[in-house]
């Protein structure tokens, strides 16, 4: 009768090393982040796009993301890898101006190498690589910078002629080394650049979707033919929309106040300010309230919903235009026919999603969701800790499939009694009392009794004894 204890035994041996093999790095959940930069939500709505409906089809499409203001490049883009609002992040804009540092940013120039405008936060791929993981990163706006004293495992530096299928070329060949990332993010310029140039509801605009779709189709296809497509998660998605501007709504702000009074930071739709050492309040009345189509705000007073005031570089007067509108200093400003940046509620400003993979439910299709819980959903596909954040999964819980096997998190420092690891812990301390429970019990009543053989523990046995030899 010890046999029967002896084999209950065994059975909690095997549980034991199953759940350990699921945590060898070779089963990492895969996950590529794709960013095509200003694809509007509805943009797939104007042309088929075969190569978007295959994936909503065996995946999940969520029709409006609400992205964070202000509704631009920059922000948006380090909103999605930190989940954090702009004025957590630290990148409020794609022109900024920091007092303490007395130094601007822009995104076209050399600054954005400087450590110290991203450091306020830590990017996904950062936290993905103190986990333990490796990460891969192609253009992504801050992903050739030094973050919190490390890069991505695998980048590029910033290059806007480099192709499309070189980018994709790169991934794939990172997910597939030997010492293979798991963590992988896109960028591709357009359509922004064709959405501003040409304006959003250009028929012209038909042509550039239609390219975006088969940049994703070629992906899809290099993914396959890497053997990569069945186990890797995949989300399309972007920063922000586009909407149409008109030359008959432009407002010149040298109609209002003299220029020499300030310095513009950060250009339409929503313009910073930064008045002259002790001009704010002749700069702030001349300009509040003087004209319905543009919103002039004292920081202080920015409303609690955009979540965008506490931070230094956001500038002590905010001019944001009307939808549509566009404020320029005089006559010499710029005119795109199309623009973002506005008010992140507005339709127009939000971003389409859609999401494919082992990790996401089949033919799932959802609202509306928050481009701040992006980050917690990701860090749950990846079994990381995500870090302090704006975002929750429990919003986006429901495009994953329940049975999905949450990853095991590494043991870090910050873990705490809510991880996962911890958690992990338990059960198999549960599972180790049951078994040899059952053992005992079992034991006991075989003695009592002097029952006939587990029949079913004899057909068990020669499958265990065979999972042992591993
Ligand atoms: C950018 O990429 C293009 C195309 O690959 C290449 O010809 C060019 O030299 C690159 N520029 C820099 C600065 O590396
Ligand atoms: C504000 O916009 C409205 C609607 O487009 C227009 O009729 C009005 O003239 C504009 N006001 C100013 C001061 O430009
Ligand atoms: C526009 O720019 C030109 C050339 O830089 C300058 O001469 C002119 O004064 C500017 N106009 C205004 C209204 O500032
Ligand atoms: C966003 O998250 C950060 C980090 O946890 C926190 O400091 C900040 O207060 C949050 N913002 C809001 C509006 O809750
Ligand atoms: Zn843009």
Redesign the pocket.
Known sequence: MENCLVRVNYLVIVILLTVLSSCSPGELNKLLLVSFDGFRWDYLQRVTTPNFDALIKDGVQVKHVENVYITKTYPNHYTMVTGLYAESHGIVANEMYDPSLNQAFSMNKMDVYDSRWWDEAEPLWVTNQRAGHRSGAVMWPGSDVEIRGTYPTHYLLYNSSVSFEVRVQKLIDWFKSKEAINFGVLYWEEPDESGHSLGPESPLMNAVITDIDEKLGFLVEQLKSAGLFDTMNIIITSDHGMTAMSTE?IIELDNYVNGDLYTIIDKSPVVAILPKEGKFDEVYSALVNK???MTVYNREDIPDHYNYKQNARIMPIIIEAKEGWTIVQNKNGTFMLGNHGYDNRLPSMHPLFVAHGPAFRQGYKKDGMRSVDLYPLMCSILGIQPSPNNGSLSNVQDLLKQTHPTQPIPHIPQVRESSYAWVLGVLLGIALVIGFLIGFVKQVTDRQLSVVPHTNLEIVQPLLQADLHL
């Open positions: 709504k004209n319905p189509n």
